[in-house]
């Protein structure tokens, strides 16, 4: 029996939880879950990733090991779940492209371990919408969602989205796929215990307020989960400069990338640094927007200019599916 105690920053009691037989190295491990696949079924998916985790624990990371631990197969109707699941979303109020949407939904149905989806941040219910149509139709559990719902700037009750919220997932018809904390983060993460596979990031985009919700939560995160931080691309503090300081430059992390303005990355703390030139690449690009939202005040004229030219070198393409997939089951030279 083999326990996942050489994971850093993974909590204890979820480390007692998980064990497995050590999968001989360098054999490729397949994550099937084809839905409509007659041997598939939660139990099976639930074991796949009970081995796929322990074994990219355990794996000792020689050199001449540069194959990926997990093989992702994407669900063969995640194209038709996406489509029907933003078809619910889009029409509620928020701040949700669609190309950012889609990448949430493949996050969450793709992402090849078990736990929590964590939403920060739900205002009206866009990106709450999105993730828990997809998590119910592949019976992921409910999406952790954490709001105040009280404007906090404007400390205006009449402002509250909570009811529009409540209403929008019952439209959508995902109440029932939704656990709602009308909360702080800092108040839910302070006794948060809990293994986490998706970590959604949308709240305070203050440094503090991005940096806080980190922190409160990674913890959880367990090793091939993915973090995901909203609104890193534009005029905010919070989501770039965490991005940047605590992933991109930490080789506990693997695949990164952006979608329009989602800043993404799978948490891989035994073979991060497989991926190391990867993410420096994307660090380069991205570490120089920083200086200019420092503030997290509006920009104008010339140094309005400046950001757009340096946000325009960082790739933020929509990806499908199966090329979100295969960029972390492919590790590019260190
Ligand atoms: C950009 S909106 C979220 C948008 C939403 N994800 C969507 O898809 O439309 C930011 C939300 O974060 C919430 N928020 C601000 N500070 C927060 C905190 N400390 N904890 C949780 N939520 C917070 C705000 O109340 C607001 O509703």
């Not at 696949?37 to 139990?43: I, T």
């Amino acid at each position: 029996m083999l326990f996942a105690s050489d994971c850093r920053s993974f909590p204890e009691r979820a480390k007692r939880q998980i064990s497995s037989p050590r999968q001989p190295s360098g054999e490729s491990l397949s994550l099937v879950r084809a839905a409509g696949s007659p041997s598939y079924n939660k139990q099976t998916f639930q074991a796949h990733v009970r081995t796929a985790f322990a074994w990219s624990c355990a794996t000792p990371a020689r050199p001449e090991e540069k194959s990926i631990l997990a093989t992702i197969e994407v669900p063969r109707d995640l194209d038709a779940i996406l489509d029907a699941a933003w078809e619910a979303a889009r029409n509620v109020p928020g701040y949700l492209m669609e190309s950012e949407a889609r990448l949430l939904g493949t996050i969450a149905a793709c992402a090849p371990t078990t736990g929590a989806i964590v939403e920060i941040g739900s205002f009206k219910g866009k990106s709450t919408v999105m993730l828990a149509k997809v998590a119910a139709h592949y019976g992921l559990g409910n999406i952790v969602a954490i709001d105040p719902h009280n404007s906090p700037e404007l400390l205006d009750p009449a402002a509250s989205s909570f009811q529009d919220f409540l209403n929008n997932i019952e439209t959508a018809g995902v109440s029932s796929h939704v656990e709602v904390h009308r909360a702080y983060s800092q108040d839910v993460s302070s006794g948060w215990n809990r293994p986490i596979r998706f970590l959604w990031i949308d709240g305070d985009h203050t440094y503090q307020g991005a940096k806080t919700d980190f922190d409160g939560f990674f913890p959880h995160v367990l090793p091939t989960g993915v973090v995901a931080l909203h609104d890193a691309l534009n005029v905010f503090s919070g989501p770039i400069r965490v991005f940047v300081e605590d992933i991109l430059r930490s080789d506990e992390f693997g695949a990164a990338g952006f979608v329009h303005s989602i800043a993404w990355s799978q948490f891989r703390p035994r073979d991060g640094k497989l991926f190391h030139r990867q993410r420096a690449q994307l660090e380069r690009v991205a570490e120089r927007l920083i200086p200019f939202v420092k503030d997290d005040q509006a920009l104008h004229g010339l140094t309005k200019l400046r950001f757009k030219l340096n946000r325009s070198r960082v790739p933020r393409k929509a990806v499908r599916p199966q090329e979100w997939v295969s960029l972390l089951n492919r590790a590019p030279q260190a």
